[in-house]
C-alpha cells in the first residue's frame, strides 16, 4: 500500500450531482394519497416547488395528485435524473431494471425487506447492486428514508418532518445512516434554526454510503459544514478519503458515532486486540482527518452553529471579557479542561484598564465588572482594548442578560459593527441572553451567541481545532520497504527484521551452542539478558527460561544450559531456536508499541506507555498507517501519561524526537507489509533521554495467515 | 473535634422566614422612579401584588410610587420583618442602625462600596455586622442583588430581570454568590419553564452566606431542589450543616462551585499541598454530602428538571426502549460513561419481544424498530414487558419526533397513563421531539422529557447518585484519641505514633549505637533496611543514609556506622537521632495516605495510588475527617487505577477492607487532633493481599506550629 493509496479513487468519488441535485425525477410507485409513502415525495415537491420536470410512474392512474403520469418509466419521453423508488420489496428489482434500461443516473430506494432481514434479503440486494452497476446506475438504499435538497426543493423522502414545514435554507449538511435518528437530528436543528443544504439517510448503503455524501459535500459549493451520524462503515478507504476532501476544501465535519462502549464488549479478545477495539480505530481516523467527534446531538449541533461564523481561531489562545467575574472563572475552568490557554493580558493594557475602572479585574478573564453597563463606553474600551492584543486568537464577550433590555440593543449593535471592523478575522463569540432577532442579527455579522459561557468556550476549542486540522498539508505517509516474511519469525528474528526497517532494536544475539553464547557474551561486553528463543513459548520467566544480569563466561555458559534445561523439560514438544542474549536494559521509560490490522481501515498502529497505565487505565492511542512524523507527536501528546515523557521525579526528558521517528517508520513498514504482517508487538521498546533514542527489547512478529 | 461537630449550631442554622418570607417590608431610600435601584422593589411588590405591609422610607415625600411613605423607620407603627436598605453606602450605618432600634428582623443591603473595595470598606462592614449581631438583625449582603421569593411574591431586589415577568412559582430554589451570574441563571431557568420558589444573591456575605440560605431551602416546605452558585466560602462546617440539613430532608443540591482551574496556580505549594488544592476538598464535601457539582448552567438546570419528577431510582440499571437502533446504541455508549449499567433483558422477555416483532432486538437497549410507529399496540407491548423486569431501576423510552404528530397524542397520554399506573414509583424519562402543551402533561405526570438522548441518560445517572445520598444514615466518623505532640516527632515516632492510633505500622525500631543495631536487627530477624532518622535530612539516599536488605551482625554494625558517618559528613548540623532498622518490605501495592489541614473545611484525608499515577496523573481522592468506614470506601472506588486494588498481571487483591479500616481511623485521628497535628503523610503504605492488612513504611507527621 502506497501512502496516498486511500486517495486511489477520490477523484470520482462523491459525483452524486444526479442523486442530489436532479434535473428531473420520476417516481416509481406514485399515489395520488399525499399521506403514504409513495404519496409523499410528490406532495412535497409540489408543495415545497421543485422546478425541475416530475412523472409520477403508475401503471393504474392517468393523473397523480394532479400530475400526469406514466404507466412505466419507459414510457417518458426525456432524461430522468433521480428515480425514487417507493414499491414493495418484490416489485423492486423490476423497477430498477426498469430504470438501467431507461438510462435513470441515480435511484432512490425506500422500500424495505433487504439486507436488514437476512440472507436472502441480501442476496436481493447484491442482485440490486450488480444490476445498477452494469449501467452506471447509483442507488441510495434500499431501506432508506432518502433525502432531502433544501435549496433545490427536492423532498426524495417519505420522512413526515418535512410535512409541516420546508426546512430553512443554510450551509450545513446532514448525512444520517439511520434514518429515525437522522431525523431526530434535523427536527433538533431545525428547531435552533439551523439552516440546511442536504438531508440524507442512508440506509442498507447497497452502494452510495456516508463516505459518497461526505465527499458530495465536499465538493458541493453551497455546503460548508457537513455533519454525520453513523454506526460504522465497511470501505474505511473511502470514508478516509471523503473526510481528507473536506479537510483540503477547509470545510469542518462532525461526525457522532456510537458504539464505543463495544469495546468493553471485546474483552474476550487478547490483550492488544482488545484495546485496538475498531471504536478506538474510527476515533483515530477521525483525529488523523481532522474531524470533530461529537459525544451527543447538541454537542454536534453547538459545533456546527459556531462553525457557521466561518472563523477559525489559528491558535489557542482564548480572552474572556466579561461583565460577571463568576462566568469569568467558569469559562477560565471550562479552557483548561478543554486545552485552551488565557494568557495574561498584557501590562500596559491592564494598567489601562485599571485606571478605567479602578475595582475591574484585566488579567484574563477580564472582567468589566456590573460596572460596564452603567457607562457603556468603559465596556467598549475593555473590548476595544482586548481585541488590540496580538496574543488572543479568540475573544468571549460575556453579557449575561444584556440582550434582553430593547433600550441598550442599538447600541449594541453598533458595538458589534465596531468590534466587526477592527477585528474583521478574528473569532469573536458572544455569550448572553437575547431576543431572537438580535441574536440573529448578531450571527450574521459573524458572531456566534451561546447563552451558556461553558458551551462558548468548547466552541472556540473545536474551532481552533479545525484550523490546526485545516493547516496541515496533504496526508503525507512515510515510504518503506515491506517486510517479507516466508514464516513466523522467532524473537530474535523479530527484533533483526525491525532493525533492519529502521527501527531501533537491542543488539540481541541468537546463540545455539554454550560455546556461541559465551563468545556473544564476550563481544556485547558487560552483564547480559539471556532468554528462551521459542515461538512455542510464552510465558519463559514461568518455566524458568530467562535470566537477567549475567557475566564471566562460567556463568553465562551454566545460564546457557539451565535455559535450555529448564525450557526442554517444561515444554518438551516446543521447537526451541536457542538462547538470545542482550546487554542488560538501557534504563529510560517503557513503552509499547504495535501494529495491528483493523478490518475496515488495514495496519494500524498503537502506542502507550508500558506499565500500569496501559494496563489499568488502556493509555494507548492509534493511527492509521502510514503517517508522518508530525502526525506521530499529535498521536505522542494524546496519552494521559504524557508528562512522564517529560521526565518526572528527576528524569531527564525522554527522546520524544526518536519516538516520533520510530512510530512514522513503523506505520510505513505496517503499511508496505500489509500483505505479508498480522501483528507487530514491540514490549518493551525503551525510550531514552533526549538525543539516545530507543531500543526494542522485545518483539513478536506475526505473519498474515493468508498472506 | 468530635465526629457531629460540623452539625453544633444546626438547629438554629437556615431560620430566615423574615428573610424570605416577611410580613411586612420597609424600603430604606425608596425611590419614585421605578426604574431607579431605590424604586424598583417597590415597582415589583406592588406589580406582582405583595400581600403584607409595604413602608416606603424617604424623609422628603409623603407617597412614594403612590404608596404612604415614611420619613423614618422609626416613624412606622407596625412591626418591620424586612428592611430593604437602597441608600448609598455613606447612609447605610446609620439605616442598620435605625433598623437595630427599630427591632428590624432582617435588612437587606444593595449598596455597594464595603469588603469588595477595600480594607476600609471591610471596616465598615464590619461595623455594620456588629450593629446588626448586637440586635439580632440578619444582613444579606452588602454589595447584593437581593432577594425574589416567588410564591410571596416579595421582589426584594434591584435585577432588572423582574421587570419584564414575575418568574414561574416551582420548587426549585436557587442561591447564588454572584448577583449577575445568579440572574443568568435564573433567566436560562425560566425560559426552560423550570418554576421557582426563591432567588437570592448573596453579595458580600457579611452575614448570611450561601449555607444559611441552603438551609433555609432545606427546611422550607415549599422548596424541594436547591441550586447554588458559589466560589467558596468562610465557613466549612456551616456550608456543611445546610448540605447535611438537605441530604436528610431528601432534598437534592446541586451546586456549580467554580475554581477549579486554580489547583494548577497553586503548583509553588510544596507536592502534596499541590495535590491537594482547596477546590479538590469543596469536591470532597460535595461527595460526602451528596452534593451534585454541576459542570455548566444546562448541567445544572437538566438535573435540576429531572429532580422535579421526584423520583430517584435506588440502583444503577437502566433499560432504554426505542424506535431507533442508533438512540439505543448512543445511550448505552453514555450510560457506560456515567456508570451506569444496561443489564441484558432476562430470556423469556426476550422471547416474547422477539415473536412481537421478529426483527427488533429485545435484549436492551430495546430496539423496538421504526414498527412501533405503524403497530403502536407493539410499541406499549415492549414498554410494559421492560417495566414488569423488576432488574430495572430506571426506564428511558426514545420516541424521536413521535410528539410533533398530534393525531398520535391521545394515544401517547394514554400509554403514559398505563405506565405510570403500572409503574408509579419508577424512574420513566422520554426522550423526543414535542409540543410544549403535551410536554408539560407528561411532566405533570412525572415523567422528564428530553429532546437529546444523552441529556436522558445522565439525567438517571445523577437521580441515582441523589438516591444513594438520601439512603446514607446520618454522617458518623469513626471516633478516636487525640495524638499529643510536644515537638515535631521523628519518623521513627510517627510510625510509633501512627501504630499508637491504630494504623498499620512497620515495626520499625531505632538503634542509637551500633550494638543497638545488630540487637534490633536480630530481634526482627531476616534482611532489614536500615535508614539516617533525623527530622533535619530529607532527601536520606542521596547523602547515603538508606541501606538496603541487610543482614548479619557485622554487615548491620558495619551499615549502622556508614550512615551514622555519612549523614554527620553530609550534614554537620543536623540533629541525628540514630538509624531506623526495619523488615524489608513487604510485598503489596505501594499508596499513599496523607492529612492535610484545608483552611475552609479542617483536617483532609488524601489517598491515592503510589508511583507514577500519583505523580503523573494526580490520582488521589480526599475527604473532609472523619468519616466511616462505607465513605472510606467510596473514596477508594474513585481513583482511577482503581482496578490495581483488585489485582492485576496476576497480582492477588488488595486487602481493601484493611485499607478503607485505616483511612477512616485515620480520618478520627485527623479530627480528634485538628488542634495539635498540621500534616500526616505516610508513603509509602503497603497494602497487602487480602487479610494480610497494610503497613506504613515511612511517615512524617507535622505538628500544629500554632498548637
Partial sequence: MSNQDFMAGADALGRLDALFRPQSVAIVGASSDPRKIGGRPLDYMLRHGYPGEVYPINPKADRVQDVRAYPELGAVDGEIDLAIIAVPSPAVEQAVTACADKGVKAAVLFSSGFAEVGDDGQQQQDKLLGIARESGLRLLGPNCLGLFSIKERLGASFSTSLATMWPPAGDTAIVAQSGAFGSHVYVMARDRGLGLSYWCATGNEADVDVADCIAFCARDPSTRIILSYMEGCKDGDKLRAALELARQAGKPVVIMKVGSSDVGAEAAQSHTAALA?????????????????????????????????????????????????????????????????????????????????????????????????????????????????????????????????????????????????????????????????????????????????????????????????????????????????????????????????????????????????????????????????????????????????????????????????????????????????????????????????????????????????????????????????????????????RKILDGVRGAPPADIDALAETLSRLSAVAAASADTIDSIDINPFVLGAEGEGGLALDAVILPRLSG
Avoid: W
Avoid at 516466508?486 to 544475539?509: C, F, H, I, S
Avoid at 557474551?521 to 519463559?540: E, F, N, Q, T, Y
Fill in 277 to 641: 477495539g475498531a471504536d478506538r480505530v474510527y476515533d483515530a481516523v477521525f483525529r488523523q482527518h481532522g474531524v470533530y467527534r461529537a459525544e451527543s446531538i447538541n454537542d454536534m449541533l453547538d459545533v456546527a452553529y459556531a462553525c457557521g461564523a466561518g472563523r477559525f481561531p489559528t491558535g489557542r489562545n482564548l480572552a474572556a471579557v466579561t461583565i460577571s467575574g463568576g462566568a469569568g472563572v467558569l469559562m477560565a475552568d471550562r479552557a483548561a479542561k478543554v486545552g485552551l490557554d488565557m494568557p495574561e493580558m498584557p501590562a500596559p493594557a491592564q494598567r489601562e484598564l485599571k485606571e478605567l475602572i479602578s475595582f475591574s479585574s484585566p488579567r484574563n478573564p477580564v472582567d468589566v465588572t456590573a460596572q460596564a453597563l452603567n457607562d457603556r463606553s468603559l465596556l467598549r474600551r475593555f473590548v476595544d482594548v482586548t481585541l488590540e492584543q496580538d496574543c488572543y486568537d479568540a475573544v468571549i464577550v460575556f453579557l449575561a442578560m444584556v440582550g434582553l433590555f430593547r433600550p441598550m440593543m442599538d447600541e449594541f449593535h453598533q458595538m458589534l459593527d465596531e468590534m466587526r471592523r477592527d477585528a474583521p478575522d478574528r473569532l469573536i463569540v458572544l455569550s448572553m441572553i437575547v431576543e431572537e432577532e438580535d441574536r440573529k442579527r448578531a450571527e450574521e455579522k459573524g458572531f456566534p451567541v451561546f447563552e451558556e459561557p461553558s458551551n462558548a468556550v468548547d466552541a472556540v476549542a473545536a474551532l481552533a481545532r479545525f484550523a490546526d486540522a485545516f493547516a496541515r498539508p496533504a496526508m503525507v505517509g512515510a515510504e518503506a520497504a515491506p517486510i517479507e516474511l516466508d514464516t513466523r519469525p522467532n524473537e530474535y528474528q523479530a527484533l533483526r527484521l525491525l532493525a533492519g526497517a529502521g527501527v531501533g532494536a537491542v543488539d540481541a544475539r541468537l546463540a545455539t551452542t554454550a560455546d556461541e553464547a559465551v563468545a556473544a557474551a564476550a563481544d556485547l561486553g558487560g552483564p547480559v539478558a539471556m532468554k528462551i528463543c521459542s515461538a512455542d513459548i510464552l510465558h519463559k520467566s514461568d518455566i524458568g527460561g530467562v535470566r537477567l544480569g549475567v557475566s564471566g563466561a562460567d556463568d553465562v555458559r551454566a545460564a546457557f544450559n539451565q535455559i535450555m534445561g529448564a525450557a526442554r523439560s517444561a515444554s518438551p514438544n516446543a521447537l526451541i531456536d536457542g538462547v538470545i542474549l542482550q546487554p542488560m536494559a538501557a534504563r529510560g521509560v517503557e513503552t509499547i508499541i504495535g501494529v495491528q490490522r483493523d478490518p475496515v481501515f488495514g495496519p494500524v498502529v498503537m502506542f502507550g506507555l508500558g506499565g500500569v497505565l496501559v494496563e489499568v487505565l488502556e493509555d494507548v492511542t492509534f493511527r492509521v498507517a502510514p503517517f508522518d512524523v508530525a502526525e506521530a507527536r499529535r498521536m505522542i501528546d494524546e496519552i494521559k501519561g
